[in-house]
Structure formats: C-alpha cells, structure tokens
C-alpha cells in the first residue's frame, strides 16, 4: 500500500502477499478493499498479488479496476505489474487484452515474454505461443526453460505429439537442458490430449535414460491415463514406482491414487490408499465418495461423506454432486432432500444445475414426480436438458403422461434452440409417424434410395489439404456445440464403463450389474478381455486402411449405387443437396447372413481384404451374441431370449474413413446420430480420439482402450426395453493430424422381425409401453426417409411411440 512505511501498511502488504500464496483470494481482495476504505490505494509490490488473486477467481471487474489504477499511477510500465497483468487476463479469458498489455509495454525482459508465451499456451493457442517465442529470439532476448517448458506443454496437450517432441529435443542446443518439468510438461500434456501411449512412452525414457528423477507432479499427471484406459494394473506398476521415490504419500499423488483406483474399478485398493492418507483435501474425498458412488456402493458413498462432515472438512459443489448421486442410486429420498435443503444453509453452496438434475433424478426414481416437477418449478434459472430430461425418463418409468407432456414441451422449446436434440428426433418421428401412406408412396417412387454421386472427401484432401469446401463447413450452432465438447478434466468423475466379457460369460454377477448399468446410465461402453486375437484386429484394420489408400478409380469399383441399400463405398451419409455433409468416406457392406453378400461391393484389393473382415466379422458375432445372451438374463428371458426375436442376425459392416482436416472445429466427420440396430460394437484407432457420446447433456469423448471393442445401445434395444436401455446419440470428429479409421458392425434383425417393448420390460398391467409395434425394415426405411428429406439438421433418430408420440402431438398442437 502507499502508506508501506507506516506499520499497519506493512502488515496489509505482508497479508495480501500471504493470503494470495495460499490461493485464499477472496480473502487478499477483501484487505484490499477495506485498505481502500481506509484511503490506501494500492502501492507497486502489492499490485502483482492483487492481480494474482483477480486471475485466480477469474474476477475480470476486478482486474480491470487495477489496471486503470495501474496506469493512471504509471506503475504499468514495471515490468512485475506488467506480467501480472499480462497473467491476469489470460487467467480471465481475455487474450486480447493480456496482449495489448504486452504490445505497450516499454521494455520487455525474459519474464514478460514468458507471461506472454504461457498466456497463449494457458489458452490453448499454441501456434501463437509459438509466434511469441520466434520473435522473442529474434529480439535477442534469452528462452529460460520456463520459456521452453511453456511450449512443450503446449504443443503436447494440443495433441501435436512431433512438435513437442522435437521441442524437447531442440532445448539443449539452445544450451538449456530439460528438467524435470519439461518432462512433466510433456506427459501431462499428452494425456490432456488423451495420447497416453505417448505419456508412458515419456515416462519410460524419462526414468531409462534422462537421468532427471520425476517428481510428485510426474507422477500424478500420468496416473489419469491409467484412469481413462482402465488399466489398473499399470496405474499398480506407478503406485510402486511413486513408493520407491518417496512420493507415494504427497497429497497430489495419493489422491490422484485413490482416483485412478476407483476409475478402474479396484475400489479395495483405493480405500487403502484413501484410509493410508495422513492427510486429505476435498478433492481426495470427493474421489473416494465418487468412486463408491460409480462403482455402485452408495451406502460407503454416503457414510463417506457423514465422516467428511465429522472430520470438520468443508464439502463443495462436486461433493454434493456426488453424494446426491448416490442416494439416487440407493433411493435414499429422506437424506437427499435434507441434503439437498442444507447445502446452502450449512456450507454456503448455492445449489446448481447439476444439483437440481440429481433431486429430480432422486425424487423421480422414487416415484415422486409432482414433488420433483415442483422442485423444477423453484429453480431460480432456467433448467436445462438434463433437468427436464430426468423428470422425461421419470415419468416413463412410471407412466405418468401428463407431466411427460409437459416435460417434453419444456425439452422441445429448448431442444428447438440448441438442435441436435432428442426430442426433435421424436417430433420428426411423430411427423413420419403420420405421414406414413405418403412416405410409403415416395418409396415407391424410388426417390427415396437414390443415392448421391459417389464423391470422396479423402480425394478432397488429397487435391488439396487446406480447402474445405463450404458444403462441409458447420455453422456458428454447430461450432458452439462442438465447442460444448466435455473436457477430461470435466470428465473427471464419468468413465465410460468396462465390460470384462470373459467376467460375464462366465456369469459373474458383478459384471452383468456393471452392463447393465451401462446400458441404462451411458448406452455405452468398452469390452475388454473379449477374446478377439490382437493381431487378427490389426490385421482387419491395416486391411481397412490398405482399402482407403487404394487410388479412387479402384474404390470407385465398389461404389454405391442406386439398386441396393446403401452398400458399397462412398462418401458419408447424404442428405440432400443443402445440407451440411460429413467430414469422411464410408465402405458399407452387408456380412451376415452370407446370402445376402454381392461381391461387387466387397473389395478385391487387398486380395486378403475378404478373409481377414470374414475371420473379424465372426468374432465379432461372437462377442455380440455373448452380449445379448447377458442381457436377455438381465431382462428377464433365458440366454437366447433376445437372439431368437432377430429371427435372423443381420450384421453390417461400416468402415469409416476421416481424412485429417485442417481445420477440425470447423467440421464433423459424422453427423449426430443414434444407430438403428440392436447393438453396435466399434473397433477403434487406437491412438486418435474421434468418437464423442452424448453424456449428461454434453458431448463426451471416448478414449480408445487399445484392443478393446467399444459397444452401444441400438434403437431396437431401447425398444425391446422399453426405453431402460438408451440408444445414445453419437458422432465422430476428425483432426488436424492424422486420418482416422473406425469399423461399426451393427447387429440388425431380419426385415420383417417385429419390434415393441417386451411386456418383461414394460412391466405389467398399468404400465406404459412407450414405443409402438413395427416391422423392423419399416422402421429402417422410416431412418433413411427421414436422413434423407433433409427435415432434420442432422441424422436423427427415428422412434415409434405411442403414448409418447401423443406427447409430442400435444406439444405441437
Ligand atoms: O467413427 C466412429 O467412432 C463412430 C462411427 C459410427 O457411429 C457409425 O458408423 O455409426
Ligand atoms: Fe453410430
């Protein structure tokens, strides 16, 4: 302050100082202002704190007061004031603003420059950050390794593996050699950008031959990616190596321990580590109170969290996220509702969003549904998708048609806003519904399978990379949705789940509850221990890949054409011609039963192309059959159950080809879509995420597990389950890197099998069935009509209801 020579001067500096160290900025701010009060402005040391606190609470108002403050006293030409500042709007946001900050400033030393470099980083603009640096070493000003290690974290959490690399290695000849966080940089960057191969890779370099010992940082950086692949027992081999440096017990890696346990589904293991801790943050007991909740132990969910209460340890809003999830689960109704009605009273947090979305999700699980419609009603903002979307599934649960009505209403008039929607989906389908005879006789005039000329959007990119013809470009709706894209750091608490198959054909209970959980909660999720041979899917995808990299003309030999459904090769799906089109190529082939193969679709070329998608395609098969034998117990039928409605397993093959783009937000490389089949398993890239699920109203991305099979709900299942079971909406989005290739086998039924909800699922007398009866090709035609028309921004999902399309009917009216 200014008056720093007087005594209590001194000590406000010295506090404001101290409580910024401790990240306790609310507390820094309000010294400042009661200073103020008393006629101190702010003097030049203390102004870096403040501004540090300002970032740190991302309080731009705030911020920018103490700039003008800065330069009305001139203190902004020092360079301290000016990193701060620089500091402070990027921890705001505000790129632009940091940089004209940097732009005026009047000497620039190595630290100002860093601020700079780190800004653009912090910010995810790593080519700028790279701009930054060319001309900061052309100014003559000396790189640090802050300088360096700013920029390899950059480049590698933008997931461009070779540039970080290649700074790493470029680092010692401009005479700085890597430390210890310039290899922490580049691991925790790769698994930001989900290149876990990559950060292991770095690891093991690091600890064979750096000679640079990793730190507790290294170390709680990699553990995420043994969470998001599952892999526990790597995430063991980390604990030990963490033991054996000491670091095992550092707040950091132990509860970055308990959560990667829990997200593997070792929960004995991470109570140990959890009980081990000699001391614990919030984030250690949300991990564990969030790992008995997902893993389904709600009861130690919530005891958890009474001991966190008894502990005298603050909860915040994950918290109580988490234990409200539980008590939904358990049906814990009483101690969710006083929960839910103290949290602001007790510890001051404001109930959000996701809190409502729990209660309603409680109150409507147990039946409550005017009470939960009520509490919707309270709501000081307005609810959101997953809010309405919980009291939507409540009351078909429990047949209520009047407050579906009016749940969908709310969901349509927001769904209509942000597109891309489940309901829109129904609404078109209530429409198709109608106009059944019309479409009937569109069909028969053949309009309705003509497809487009082959195009080939790898050719696109072949001719020339930078181009993206305006047909492919998205609009600002869909730029924003894309932009909505859940980050892992947001995904923290949701997996997709791993199904063991070799657990779950051998009937362990455990497993069929982790499936069936995850055809309720996701319509998603990962088999591992499948038994499909590591090399025969290699194989399949090098064939695959072989296939696309074949010259056009020789594809163009197998392409679509207008007498068969949709085989053959071809560009992504097409709608008509003012549509937006799909950023990818597509090879549809028809595999089982035999019959109904034509070689002229199937390529000649690899000549092995044939024998290695037969020998993959009947592993599959199996992998599938074992699949549906687990869910017909679970549904309340013997193995065969499910099996013997297909009348006749119809399994298509779809290999998808996303040329790299060179500028991926601007684009989708497949359009949101539900598949129409019973169940889909997906062999994925390995190394390149693409696919991105619709998860708790916001797109999730899911991580390839090597080897493993992803698999999903089909329409027919949440049909056939009346709706338990959910059809999620997927798509897939390319990069700027590198093509991606992924093969759907989608398991269909024989065309004239029937399909309704099975009256098991539906539950007896007084309970509604949701969906109507219809012949399966009808409804695979209604699918394509509706891609097909264009009435709808992107494919959507065609369900047959009844009392449900009543709703929509109602809505509309
Ligand atoms: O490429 C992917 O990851 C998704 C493909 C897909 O959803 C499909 O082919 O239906
Ligand atoms: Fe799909």
């Keep these: 302050m200014r008056c720093r020579r007087t005594k209590a001067g001194r000590r406000v500096i010295t506090l404001i100082c101290a409580r910024t160290r401790q990240g306790r900025y609310v507390e820094a701010l309000e010294l400042l202002r009661d200073a103020q009060r008393h006629g101190h402005p702010p003097g030049r040391y203390v102004l870096p704190s403040l501004l540090r606190a300002c970032g740190g609470l991302s309080d731009l108002n705030s911020g920018e007061k103490l700039h003008g403050f800065a330069v009305r006293s001139s203190f902004v030409s020092d360079a301290f004031v000016g990193c701060a500042l620089i500091d402070m709007y990027c921890r705001c946001g505000c790129i632009d603003s940091a940089r004209k900050v940097f732009d005026f400033m ?115 950086s990699l553990l995420p990616a043994c969470a998001s692949v599952a892999d526990g027992k790597c995430g063991m081999i980390l604990h030990g190596y963490a033991v054996v440096i000491g670091v095992h017990s550092e707040l950091f890696v132990s509860s970055s321990l308990v959560d990667m346990y829990a997200k593997c589904g070792f929960i004995s293991d991470a109570v140990n580590v959890f009980a081990e801790m000699t001391r614990k943050s919030t984030v250690s007991w949300n991990s564990m109170i969030f790992g008995y909740a997902n893993n389904g132990y709600c009861g130690d969910a919530i005891n958890l969290y009474h001991q966190m209460e008894n502990d005298g340890v603050k909860p915040d809003h994950l918290t109580l996220t988490a234990v409200l999830t539980a008590c939904s689960h358990a049906g814990m109704v009483g101690l969710g509702r006083a929960l839910f009605h103290s949290m602001q009273k007790e510890y001051g947090i404001q109930p959000r969003l996701e809190h409502y979305a729990c209660m309603v999700d409680l109150l409507g699980r147990a039946g409550h549904l005017v009470e939960a419609y009520n509490l919707i009603k309270e709501i000081p903002m307005e609810a959101d998708l997953f809010v309405w979307g919980a009291l939507l599934g409540a009351c078909r649960n429990h047949g209520n048609v009047e407050l579906a009505k009016l749940a969908a209403s709310h969901l349509v008039k927001l769904e209509t806003e942000k597109c891309g929607s489940y309901l829109m989906m129904s609404n078109i389908l209530a429409d198709a519904g109608r106009q059944q005879v019309q479409i009937e006789a569109v069909m028969t005039e053949s309009s309705f399978y003509r497809s487009p000329p082959v195009e080939s959007v790898q050719e696109l990119v072949r001719r020339d990379p930078t181009r993206i013809p305006d047909e492919y470009v998205r609009d600002d709706d869909d730029h924003d949705e894309q932009g909505d894209a859940v980050q892992p750091h947001h995904f923290s608490s949701l997996q997709l789940p791993v199904v063991d198959l070799s657990l779950l054909s051998g009937g362990h209970p455990d497993e069929a509850h982790k499936l069936d959980m995850a055809c309720r909660e996701w319509g998603f999720f990962q088999v591992v221990n499948h038994g499909v041979d590591e090399e025969l899917l290699l194989k399949t995808k090098d064939v695959t890949d072989k296939f696309f990299e074949l010259p056009f003309e020789e594809k163009l030999k197998h392409s679509l054409d207008t007498e068969r459904f949709m085989e053959g090769y071809g560009r992504s799906y097409a709608g008509p011609k003012d549509q937006k089109r799909d950023w990818g190529d597509m090879l549809m082939l028809m595999v089982y039963p035999e019959k109904f193969r034509s070689s002229k679709y199937w390529p ?160 007896g007398a007084g309970h509604t069935k949701m969906y109507g009866k219809i012949k399966y090709g009808d409804y695979v035609k209604r699918v394509w009509e509706t891609i097909q028309s264009g009435k709808t921004k992107f494919m959507q999902r065609v369900k047959l209801q009844s009392e449900y399309s009543q709703v929509i009917d109602h809505v509309k009216e």
């Design 106 to 220: 009047p000497k620039r030393d190595a630290a100002v420059w860093n601020s700079m470099v780190s800004g653009y980083v912090r910010l995810g603009f790593a080519g700028d950050s790279m701009r930054i640096f060319r001309n900061m070493i052309l100014g003559g000003v000396e790189a640090d390794s802050s300088t360096w290690n700013s920029l390899i974290f950059g480049f590698s959490s933008a997931g461009d593996v070779r540039m970080a690399l290649y700074l790493s290695r470029t680092m010692g000849v401009y005479g700085v050699e890597p430390d210890v966080f310039s290899w922490t940089s580049l691991i925790s960057g790769f698994v930001r950008s989900f290149h876990n191969r990559e950060a292991f890779e770095t690891f093991r370099q690091m600890t064979a031959t750096s000679g640079v010992r990793p730190s507790s940082v290294t170390i709680s």
């Design 604 to 763: 000649s070329s690899p000549p092995e192309f044939m024998e290695v998608i037969e020998a993959f395609s009947a592993e599959v098969n199996r992998v599938a059959r074992e699949i549906l034998a687990a869910l017909s117990l679970l549904m309340g039928m013997n193995r065969d159950g499910l099996l013997e409605l297909h009348k006749e397993v119809v399994q298509v093959l779809r290999a998808n080809y996303y040329p790299p783009c060179c500028k991926p937000h601007q684009v989708v490389g497949i359009s949101p879509h539900s598949d129409a089949c019973t169940i889909t398993l997906l062999l994925q890239d390995d190394q390149t995420t693409g696919l991105q699920i619709q998860h708790a109203g916001k797109w999730a991305p899911v991580q390839p597990i090597p080897n493993a099979l992803v698999a999903n709900v089909g329409d027919v299942l949440e049909i056939w389950s009346n709706g338990r079971y959910k059809s999620i909406e997927h798509r897939a989005m390319p990069n700027s890197a590198r093509a991606r290739i992924s093969l759907a086998s989608f398991v269909c039924l024989n065309s004239d099998a029937e399909i309704e909800p099975l009256e098991a699922a539906v539950g």
